[in-house]
């Protein structure tokens, strides 16, 4: 079975697609780099609904997410976000964990896998 790759990047892809499943590269705000919570976090969920539409998907199939936030403090402001975003009645299973980011701009990251 093939596999292929979306915004290839020397480091790596934005989207892998292997048969019906797409993952994508955990993902951050990079148009909203230290802005607050809730502009990180939308930044973040409009660029995963088009890397989703490239891959031929969308959020409505996620099956996984996976988010990094760097303080639990903010984790009410970016769920106000994420639960305004994400598919009524097609909420995927995810994991929300405090960790430190590569860059202290970012605040949130968010990874998804979704079916086609």
Same mark, same amino acid.
Not at 34 to 61: F, M, P
Not at 67 to 95: H, K, L, Q, Y
């Given at each position: 079975?093939?596999?292929?790759?979306?915004?290839?990047?020397?480091?790596?892809?934005?989207?892998?697609?292997?048969?019906d499943?797409?993952?994508?590269?955990?993902?951050?705000?990079?148009?909203?780099?230290?802005?607050s919570?809730? %502009?990180?976090t939308?930044?973040? =969920?409009?660029?995963?609904?088009?890397?989703? #539409?490239?891959?031929? @998907?969308?959020?409505?199939?996620?099956?996984?997410?996976?988010?990094?936030?760097?303080?639990?403090?903010?984790?009410?402001?970016?769920?106000?976000?994420?639960?305004?975003?994400?598919?009524?009645?097609?909420?995927?299973?995810? %994991?929300?964990?405090?960790?430190? =980011?590569?860059?202290?701009?970012?605040?949130? #990251?968010?990874?998804? @896998?979704?079916?086609?």
């Amino acid at each position: 079975m093939s596999i292929q790759r979306i915004d290839v990047g020397d480091r790596m892809s934005q989207v892998a697609i292997h048969g019906d499943t797409v993952y994508t590269a955990g993902q951050v705000a990079q148009r909203a780099a230290g802005e607050s919570v809730a %502009a990180q976090t939308q930044d973040i =969920l409009n660029r995963i609904d088009e890397l989703l #539409e490239q891959a031929g @998907t969308d959020k409505s199939k996620i099956l996984t997410a996976t988010i990094w936030i760097t303080s639990m403090d903010d984790f009410a402001e970016m769920n106000g976000v994420w639960d305004a975003w994400v598919s009524p009645g097609n909420t995927p299973c995810r %994991a929300c964990v405090e960790a430190r =980011l590569a860059s202290p701009q970012f605040t949130v #990251e968010i990874m998804v @896998t979704a079916a086609k």
